[in-house]
C-alpha cells in the first residue's frame, strides 16, 4: 500500500487524473460493447422524459431511452470514430510529410499548396462531399475527417524532417550509404516521436470535436448508432423541459476531450522533466 | 345566363361550393370563447420555415412560400376553412353544361394594393400569363388546359377549356394580378389580397401591412404581419421561448408540451400524407409478399403514440381523411398495431426466412419523419426486419430518393391541396412524381377512369377504388396524418385552420 | 520584396486550388440548384427549362472558366436563389455585404472580450506564486478549452437564456434598424466564441511571459535593481505580448471561418449561416465566392502574422 502511495505521490499528477478520466471513458465505452444497463434502442412510452434517478443514472429522452446507455454506446463510437480519425491522418502525415520534409523542391511545393488549399476548406463541404461520394455513416467520416486533418501532421511532420536532414549524424549516415527509405523511417523517424506524440494527443480532442460537431450538424454518424454530438442535437429542442438530456452528451464529451488534454499535458511535462533529468 | 339552373345542380355535384357562399361578403368569423373581444391593430412576428423561392404568386412553387401569399393574393375565387371555393375577386361564376366554359363575374369595388380597380382585363391578363396563353409556358401547370379568355364585359370574363374537368375549378384561386405587371410582381408584389407587400430580406423574412382598402369589410385586424425565416425547429423553439414570435405552427408534440403554460397550443389535421414509402422497382420490395409482409408488420399506433403524441390520424392509403367524400377507411387490411405473426409467415413465404434487412433514407431536415423513422426501425425489429437508417440532406433526398429513385425506403410525406386526384395522380405508372415506381394497369386504368369522369358519384367510386388497389398491392406503407400544432401568443385571438398549408392572417387579433 | 511576391503567389495559387475543389465538390454531390427551387413539383421539362435559364446545361469546364473569368474581371455574380427583384436576382457581392457586418461584429466583440480578459488573467497567472492557483487556473482553462463551441453556445442559452432570462435567444435585432440592441444581442453569442479562447490566449500568454522572465536581458534588469514589478510590466510584457498580438490574429482568422456553428447555434444571419443554407441549397456562386473569401481572411491574417514576426525577430528570415 505504501510502496504504491510514494509511487503516486511521484507521478506527474496530470497525466495520472487524465489516464483516469480517458480510461474511465474508454472502458465504459468498450463496456457498452458487451453490456449496457438498458438496451440503448429500446424505446418505452411510459418513461419518456424521466428525470436522472438510481434507475436511469442519466435520465430518459423523448423515446424514453435510457440516456446512460446511450451515452455509453455515443462514447464507444466517438472513441472508435476518433482514433480511427487519427491512425489515417497521422499516418497519411507521416508518409507525407516525411517525403516532402526530406527531398523537398516541386513536390514540396505543390503538397504543401494543396494542404493549404484543404486546411482552408470548410470541413463540413469537404464532408458533404465525401459523405455524397460513399454514402454516410461511420467510414465515411472516418475518411472525410482523416483527409481534413492530415494536412496539420503533414506540416509538423515535414518541419521536424527539415531540421533533421542537415543533422550531422543524418549527413554521416549518408555519406556511409543508407539508402534513403532508410534514413527517412529508420534514423529520422524515431527521432520526431516526442514532438509527434504531443500532435497525436491534441490530434485526438481535434477528431472528437470534429466527429461530435459533424453529428451535431447532421452529416455525422447514423442513428441508430449512437453519437454524442447526434445526441446534443436532439436533445436542444428539450432543452427547458429536460436538460438534462442535452447536458449528459454535452458534459461527457467535455470530460472526454479534458481527460485528453490533461495527458498531453502530462506527456509534455514527462518529457520535460524526463529530459531534465538525463541533463 | 340560361344554363345557370344546371351550374347550380353540378356545383352541388361537385360536393364543394354551393353558389350561396358567394353571396354574401363577409367572412364567418368564429369567435370561439366568449369575452375574446377583437381589437384592431397591432403587430405580429410569424416565425415560418423556409425562405420564400418567389414573390411572385405565379412562379412560387414552395408551399412554405404560398402559406404567406395567400395574405397578399386572391384568385377569382379563393379557400375557405372549410376547404370550400368561395367567391373572392368574382361575386359569381357558372360553369356550362359540357365542362367547356366557365363565366365569372366580377366583384365591384375590389382593389389592388396599388389602389386601382380590378378591372376585366386584369383578369384576362393573370389568368393568360398564369395558363401560358400569353408566352407558351403555363406557370400554372393546371391551366394549362386553358383555350381562351375572353372579356365579355368590365365586369365579365369566359374562360373556355379544352377538356371537361370537375377539378378545374380549384385552379381559379390563381392570384388575380394587375394587367402587364408580369416580371415586376417578382420585386413588388401587388395583389388584392387583405395584406400588402412592404419589403423583403433574403434568410430574414418578409413584411406585410394592412391593406385599409380591403373588399372583405371589417379585415383585416392587425396593422402589420412580421413572417419571419427560422430554419431550424431548435431555433424556433428558442425564439418563442423568447418570446421574439408570436406565431409557429408545425410543432412536434414534446415541443408544444414545453410550450403549453407560455403559449396557446391549437391543433388540426395537416394536409401530410406520411409513409414508409417503398422502392416498388428494387429489391427487396420489388415483392409484394415483402411489402405486405412490413405493412403488417409495421406498428402504426406506435409510431402516432410516440412522434405525435397520439394525435395523428392513423391511415392506409393515399387520401387524406379531411377530404371526407372520397376518404375511405382501409385501416383493417393490414390493422393499426403490429402483426408479428402474419409479417414472418409472408417473409418466410417470400425466402426471408432468416430476417430481412434494408435502409430506410430520410430527409435530416423533417424531425418528425426522421423520428418516426427511428420508432419504426426499432418497432421492426421485432419481426426479424433489420431496417438501418440513413439521414440525408434534403437537397440530396430530393435528387437521390425523388429524382433518381435511387433507394429501398424512405420515410417522409406528401402534401395534398383540396383535389383528391392531386395525392393520387403520381402513382401512375407513367408518372413523373411516382417515385415509388409503383407499376399497376389496374391503377392506371382506375384513376384515368376517375378523372375523366363527369359524375360525381361515379367519380368518388372509382377514386375509393384506387385507394384500395394501393392497399391490397402494398405500394407503400402509409401510417399517419399528422396534426398541425400551432403555438400563439396568449394574447391573440381569430387564428383560423384551414385544411390546406396555408397561414390566413386576416382574421387573427389581438384580444382586448 | 522577393519574399512578398512569393507569397502572393501562393496566395493566389491556394485560393485558385480552393476554388477548384469548391466546384468539383459541387460537381460531385448530388442535387443541384434546380432541384432544390423545384423540389417535388418538378416536371422533367421544368427542370430542363430552369437548367437552360441558370446556364446549368453547359459543360462543368466551360462553366468553370465562364465563372473564373468573370470573378477576375471583379464581377462575383448572382445568387441562384435569392432575388432581388424578379428582373434581377440578389448580387452575391451585395449578399454578403448585407450578412459580412454580422459575423465581422461577432468576431470584434468576442475579440474585445478575450483582450479585456485573458490579458490580465495571462499575466496576473504569471506572475502568481501561489501553486494552488496555478492548478486551479491551468484546470480551469483545460477545461474551459474542451468545451465544444456548439456545446458551449446550447450551455450559453439555457443559462443565460432560459433560466436568467438575460436575454431572450433568437430576439436577434438588425444592425442597421438598432445598433445598440444588436451589440446586446450578440454579446452572448461573444461569449461563448471568447469563452475557449481566452483559455487559449491566457495560457499562452503565461506561457509567453515565463520564456521571457528566464532571458538574460531580465536577469540584467534584476541585477540594475529593478523591482519584480517593472520588470513584469515595463520589459516582459511587452516583449511576451509580441506573440500573443499573432496569435490573436490567428484567431480572428479562426472566428470567422469558425462562425459557422455559432452562428447556427444563435440563429445570426452572418456569413456562417449564409454558407450552410447555401450549400443544402446548392446556390454555387454564392457558395463559391463565401469560401474563397474564408479562405482569403484565413490565408491574409496568417501572411501578416508571418511578417508581423519577421519584423520582431529579424532573426527568423535570416535563419
Known amino acids: ?279 | 345566363m340560361k344554363k345557370r339552373n344546371f351550374v347550380v345542380s353540378l356545383m352541388a355535384l361537385l360536393l364543394i361550393a354551393a353558389l350561396g357562399a358567394c353571396a354574401g361578403g363577409k367572412s364567418s368569423e368564429d369567435k370561439s370563447s366568449a369575452g375574446d373581444q377583437p381589437t384592431y391593430g397591432g403587430s405580429v412576428v410569424v416565425g415560418v420555415q423556409q425562405d420564400i423561392d418567389s414573390l411572385d404568386p405565379h412562379k412560387a412553387k414552395a408551399a412554405g412560400t404560398k402559406e404567406i401569399l395567400f395574405n397578399i393574393f386572391e384568385g377569382l375565387l379563393k379557400t375557405d376553412v372549410n376547404g370550400k371555393l368561395t367567391c373572392a375577386v368574382a361575386k359569381d361564376y357558372s360553369v356550362s353544361e359540357d365542362g367547356l366554359t366557365y363565366t365569372f363575374t366580377l366583384r365591384d369595388g375590389v382593389k389592388f394594393h396599388n389602389g386601382n380597380l380590378v378591372t376585366a382585363e386584369d383578369v384576362k391578363y393573370s389568368l393568360e400569363r398564369a395558363s401560358g396563353l400569353l408566352d407558351g409556358t403555363a406557370l400554372v401547370s393546371s391551366l394549362a388546359t386553358l383555350e381562351s379568355v375572353t372579356v365579355i364585359d368590365e365586369h365579365t370574363v369566359q374562360v373556355k377549356t379544352g377538356s371537361a374537368n370537375l377539378e378545374l375549378i380549384y385552379s381559379f384561386t390563381t392570384a388575380i394580378i394587375p394587367k402587364g405587371s408580369g416580371e415586376a410582381e417578382g420585386s413588388d408584389p401587388i395583389g388584392t389580397g387583405p395584406f400588402s407587400y412592404v419589403s423583403y430580406k433574403p434568410q430574414e423574412g418578409l413584411v406585410l401591412k394592412k391593406n385599409a382598402d380591403y373588399w372583405q369589410e371589417g379585415l383585416p385586424y392587425l396593422d402589420e404581419v412580421k413572417f419571419k425565416i427560422i430554419n431550424s425547429a431548435d431555433t424556433a423553439l428558442m425564439e418563442l421561448k423568447g418570446h421574439s414570435i408570436d406565431l409557429y405552427s408545425y410543432l412536434t408534440d414534446s415541443q408544444a408540451e414545453e410550450l403549453k403554460n407560455d403559449y396557446q397550443i391549437l391543433a388540426a389535421p395537416s394536409d401530410v400524407v406520411q409513409a414508409l414509402f417503398f422502392n416498388n422497382a428494387a429489391a427487396p420490395f420489388d415483392n409484394i409478399l415483402v411489402r405486405q409482409a412490413v405493412c403488417y408488420a409495421l406498428d402504426k399506433d406506435r409510431a402516432n403514440d410516440f412522434v405525435t403524441g397520439g394525435n395523428s390520424r392513423i391511415i392506409s392509403s393515399a387520401m387524406l381523411p379531411t377530404l371526407k367524400d372520397y376518404y375511405v377507411d382501409l385501416n383493417d387490411t393490414y390493422g393499426t398495431g403490429a402483426n408479428i405473426e402474419k409479417a414472418k409467415e409472408l417473409l418466410t413465404q417470400a425466402g426471408y426466412a432468416d430476417g430481412l434487412e434494408f435502409t430506410i433514407d430520410v430527409p435530416s431536415n423533417y424531425e418528425a419523419h426522421v423520428q418516426t423513422a427511428e420508432v419504426v426501425a426499432e418497432q421492426l425489429k421485432d419481426a426479424g426486419i433489420n431496417a438501418k437508417i440513413n439521414l440525408i440532406e434534403w437537397n440530396s433526398w430530393l435528387s437521390d430518393v425523388y429524382a433518381d429513385r435511387k433507394y429501398q425506403a424512405t420515410v417522409c410525406g406528401i402534401t395534398s391541396d383540396m383535389t383528391p386526384s392531386y395525392l393520387l395522380v403520381r402513382f401512375q405508372t407513367d408518372s413523373s412524381k411516382n417515385f415509388i415506381n409503383f407499376a399497376s394497369k389496374e391503377y392506371d386504368e382506375t384513376y384515368q377512369k376517375a378523372s375523366a369522369s363527369l359524375k360525381m358519384d361515379e367519380k368518388t367510386e372509382l377514386y375509393k377504388q384506387a385507394q384500395k388497389i394501393l392497399v391490397d398491392d402494398a405500394a407503400s406503407a402509409f401510417i399517419q396524418v399528422p396534426p398541425i400544432t400551432i403555438a400563439m401568443n396568449k394574447d391573440l385571438g381569430g387564428y383560423q385552420f384551414y385544411p390546406i398549408y396555408v397561414q390566413d392572417m386576416s382574421t387573427v387579433y389581438f384580444k382586448k | ?319
Open chain 3, 1 to 319: 520584396m522577393k519574399y512578398l511576391v512569393k507569397k502572393l503567389a501562393t496566395l493566389i495559387l491556394t485560393l485558385f486550388l480552393v476554388s477548384v475543389l469548391a466546384f468539383l465538390a459541387f460537381q460531385i454531390i448530388p442535387g443541384d440548384v434546380v432541384t432544390s427551387i423545384l423540389g417535388t413539383e418538378a416536371t422533367p421539362e421544368q427542370a430542363q427549362q430552369l437548367r437552360e435559364e441558370l446556364g446549368l446545361n453547359k459543360p462543368p469546364l466551360v462553366r468553370y472558366i465562364s465563372w473564373a473569368g468573370n470573378v477576375l474581371k471583379g464581377n462575383f455574380g448572382n445568387s441562384y436563389r435569392y432575388s432581388k427583384n424578379m428582373n434581377q436576382m440578389m448580387p452575391v457581392s451585395e449578399l454578403i455585404g448585407d450578412k459580412l457586418p454580422v459575423t465581422l461584429s461577432l468576431a470584434f466583440l468576442s475579440m474585445i472580450f478575450i483582450a479585456v480578459i485573458a490579458i490580465p488573467l495571462g499575466v496576473f497567472w504569471a506572475r502568481s506564486k501561489n501553486r494552488v492557483l496555478d492548478v486551479i487556473l491551468n484546470v480551469g482553462t483545460q477545461t474551459a478549452m474542451a468545451v465544444p463551441s456548439f456545446f458551449l453556445g446550447v450551455l450559453v442559452t439555457y443559462f443565460f437564456g432560459i433560466l436568467l432570462r438575460w436575454f431572450s435567444p433568437g430576439r436577434y435585432v438588425s444592425y442597421e434598424k438598432d445598433f445598440w440592441g444588436f451589440v446586446g444581442y450578440l454579446i452572448f453569442p461573444a461569449i461563448s466564441v471568447a469563452i475557449p479562447k481566452i483559455a487559449m490566449t491566457a495560457r499562452f500568454l503565461r506561457n509567453s511571459m515565463l520564456t521571457e522572465m528566464h532571458a538574460d536581458y531580465v536577469r540584467t534588469a534584476y541585477s540594475k535593481g529593478a523591482t519584480e514589478r517593472q520588470v513584469a510590466y515595463g520589459h516582459v510584457l511587452r516583449n511576451a505580448m509580441m506573440p500573443v498580438v499573432t496569435f490573436l490574429g490567428m484567431i480572428i482568422a479562426e472566428i470567422v471561418a469558425g462562425s459557422i456553428v455559432v452562428e447556427q447555434v444563435f440563429g445570426l444571419p452572418g456569413i456562417g449561416k449564409l454558407l450552410i443554407s447555401s450549400i443544402s441549397t446548392r446556390d454555387f456562386p454564392v457558395v463559391e465566392i463565401l469560401i474563397l473569401y474564408i479562405t482569403f481572411v484565413v490565408i491574409v491574417v496568417y501572411f501578416l502574422v508571418d511578417v508581423l514576426y519577421r519584423v520582431i525577430d529579424p532573426r527568423i528570415s535570416t535563419k
Open chain 1, 1 to 279: 500500500m505504501k510502496r504504491i502511495a510514494a509511487w503516486l505521490k511521484k507521478q506527474n499528477k496530470y497525466l495520472l487524473v487524465g489516464l483516469i478520466m480517458t480510461g474511465l471513458a474508454v472502458a465504459l465505452g468498450l463496456l457498452s460493447l458487451v453490456w449496457t444497463p438498458y438496451s440503448p434502442t429500446a424505446m418505452s412510452s411510459a418513461e419518456r422524459f424521466h428525470a436522472p434517478s438510481f434507475r436511469h443514472l442519466f435520465g430518459t429522452d423523448n423515446f424514453g431511452r435510457d440516456i446512460f446507455s446511450r451515452v455509453m454506446q455515443g462514447i464507444g463510437t466517438t472513441v472508435t470514430v476518433s482514433t480511427a480519425i487519427v491512425i489515417i491522418s497521422a499516418g497519411a502525415g507521416i508518409l507525407v510529410g516525411a517525403v516532402t520534409g526530406y527531398f523537398g523542391g516541386i513536390l514540396d511545393e505543390a503538397i504543401m499548396r494543396i494542404t493549404d488549399a484543404v486546411n482552408s476548406f470548410p470541413s463540413i463541404l469537404l464532408a458533404l462531399v465525401v459523405i455524397s461520394i460513399m454514402g454516410s455513416g461511420k467510414q465515411n467520416v472516418i475518411l472525410s475527417l482523416g483527409i481534413v486533418f492530415a494536412p496539420s501532421y503533414v506540416r509538423i511532420v515535414r518541419s521536424e524532417f527539415i531540421r533533421l536532414r542537415d543533422a550531422d549524424y543524418i549527413m554521416r549516415a549518408r555519406l556511409m550509404g543508407v539508402s534513403k527509405w532508410r534514413i527517412l523511417f529508420v534514423h529520422i523517424l524515431p527521432n520526431i516521436f516526442s514532438v509527434f506524440w504531443v500532435s497525436v494527443t491534441i490530434g485526438f480532442n481535434n477528431a472528437i470535436l470534429a466527429e461530435s460537431g459533424m453529428s451535431y450538424l447532421g452529416v455525422g454518424v447514423q442513428p441508430p448508432d449512437a453519437s454524442l454530438g447526434k445526441m446534443l442535437s436532439d436533445a436542444q429542442g428539450y432543452l427547458g423541459r429536460a436538460p438534462w438530456y442535452a447536458l449528459a452528451p454535452g458534459l461527457t464529451i467535455v470530460w472526454i476531450v479534458l481527460g485528453f488534454s490533461l495527458l498531453s499535458e502530462g506527456i509534455r511535462r514527462g518529457a520535460i522533466s524526463g529530459k531534465r533529468e538525463v541533463e
